[in-house]
């Protein structure tokens, strides 16, 4: 018997469709699966960078809020009593710090800064009390060979400050990897700092890691589980469709007389047919415009985390500081209403944020006047922290009697985002005296708002580019490309406005203008 033959036609489609299907699904699943466990890796490394990120921030704040604690408590000239110094001394060490994190201050009394076997003395460190008292060598290398001290001192010498990492050994543990930060603190002479463990660091990420596993572990089964679902229902249908080839094949006769009619029928109904389709098509498109319109929400929520991400921060710090006040029994009415106001003009701000970006779209917003003296002070105001961390200067020559009827909030949108660019292209260009100058001035009736930097500038073959939607010079990681974009169309399109970029290898300048 040939299985081949014409009467098992139905058998030999029913069971090629199914065989279709089911490599079909094992394959989809097998590319879903790759391509979500990859998604997974990425995410992982991100959370990694994001939580190291988050807890360097943290140590740097401890170190400023205790330094904050020392000049509120005592003067620059009390600090030179040695009595002063052993107060601090003492109550320093009797703050208490959590063993489990060995989240403890340590602090060194400069003696060489040029280093050396004694460059320092170790005054205070909860984790190595042997070692109080004792002098400290930058020639000191730890279990994998790197002098840290000697690179700490360095940057100190440099810059104030710095960030290092290196082994050590962790109260009554082995050695493990740690960041410390380290500041030099000129009244006291003394080099302030704190550090954290790598395993410490990890217990952090694994608690965040497992959250995500399961997140996408939980995508993973669903999506397999409608997947087999979806292949259950084809080989249903495929069924189905089988019975049917058989029935046609039994009744061929009366089949071909129905698909004659059905064809007459079809060509009447044609152009009603191709109708459809066209509406079905058109259909289509609609969806993609607004997958399209979706996308750039998303970049525009991306942009909104990224100018909170300062505001969240600066909370954080003053937190930090009510806590620390409060631990202290220094916590009274003038600084607490002096926090408070400062929370309430940051939640403000984030607030405003939002508006601003939920009314970009409707043209319908009323202007109002303003004085620009007024509405950059609100800019300083917010971008300050940021500045004062990378050590840049805010220079502003605005004339005061300068006014315009606009829209304020969008304007301080753009100049606050042209200042983070500035802000940006001065920390990557490793700047020595960062500068911001902003000027504001009035020309031949024309109001000319400008923003320049002291940074290396932007290739000539890609200035015409930047305010080009989702181009940017930034690594993926931190760049968006949508910044410059949405400022070009606040400025022309919102407020009617020109904006154009002037750079050489001195700096750049933002120039915005308006015509009276």
Not at 294 to 304: K, P, Y
Request: aromatic share 10%; proline share 1%; charged share 30%.
């Amino acid at each position: 018997m040939n299985w081949l033959g014409y009467k098992n036609i139905s058998k030999i489609i029913l069971t090629t469709t199914i065989l279709l299907i089911l490599s079909n699904t094992l394959l989809i699943s097998l590319f879903y699966y790759k391509n979500q466990m990859t998604e997974y890796d990425i995410a992982l490394e991100q959370l990694k960078t994001e939580n190291i990120n988050i807890q360097k921030d943290e140590l740097v704040s401890s170190v400023q809020n205790l330094i904050e604690m020392i000049e509120f408590k005592y003067s620059k000239d009390e600090l030179k009593d040695t009595r002063n110094k052993q107060y601090i001394k003492q109550w320093i060490k009797n703050i208490k710090f959590d063993k489990n994190k060995s989240d403890y201050i340590f602090v060194y009394e400069l003696l060489n800064k040029n280093g050396g076997d004694k460059f320092a003395k170790m005054i205070i460190n909860p984790n190595r009390p042997d070692i109080e008292g004792k002098f400290i060598s930058t020639n000191y290398t730890d279990s994998n060979g790197f002098a840290f001290r000697k690179k700490f001192l360095n940057d100190i010498n440099k810059q104030g400050d710095s960030i290092v990492s290196y082994s050590y050994k962790k109260t009554n543990e082995k050695i493990d990897k740690k960041i410390s930060y380290f500041k030099y603190y000129a009244p006291l002479n003394w080099i302030i700092a704190k550090g954290v463990y790598d395993k410490d660091i990890q217990k952090e990420i694994a608690l965040k890691k497992s959250t995500l596993k399961q997140k996408i572990t939980k995508q993973i089964k669903q999506n397999l589980l409608l997947f087999i679902l979806f292949s259950i229902m084809a080989i249903g249908i495929a069924y189905i469709i089988g019975k049917l080839i058989k029935n046609i094949i039994h009744e061929k006769e009366y089949k071909v007389k129905k698909t004659t009619k059905a064809l007459a029928v079809l060509n009447r109904d044609l152009d009603t047919k191709v109708k459809q389709e066209v509406e079905k098509n058109k259909a289509q498109s609609e969806i993609l415009m607004r997958k399209s319109k979706f996308i750039a929400l998303g970049e525009t929520i991306s942009l909104i985390a990224h100018q909170w991400r300062q505001p969240i921060t600066e909370l954080n710090a003053i937190i930090l500081n009510l806590k620390l006040h409060h631990r202290l029994n220094k916590l009274d009415d003038t600084l607490m209403e002096k926090k408070s106001n400062e929370i309430e003009t940051l939640l403000h701000y984030m607030s405003t944020t939002i508006d601003d970006f939920r009314t970009f779209f409707k043209p319908q917003k009323e202007k109002e006047v303003f004085f620009f003296v007024d509405s950059f002070q609100r800019v300083s105001e917010i971008c300050s922290a940021m500045l004062n961390e990378h050590h840049i200067n805010l220079v502003k020559n605005i004339d005061k009697e300068l006014y315009i009827k606009n829209y304020q909030n969008e304007l301080e949108q753009v100049v606050l985002n042209l200042i983070t660019n500035a802000k940006d292209a001065l920390v990557s260009d490793c700047i020595k005296d960062p500068i911001i100058t902003i000027n504001v001035y009035k020309k031949d009736k024309v109001i000319y708002l400008e923003v320049w930097d002291n940074a290396k500038g932007i290739d000539k073959n890609i200035q015409d580019k930047i305010f080009d939607p989702y181009f940017t010079t930034k690594e993926e990681a931190n760049g968006t490309g949508i910044g410059l974009y949405m400022s070009k169309m606040i400025i022309e399109q919102n407020m009617g406005g020109d904006i154009m970029i002037h750079s050489t290898q001195k700096g750049s300048c933002f120039i915005i203008s308006f015509h009276l």
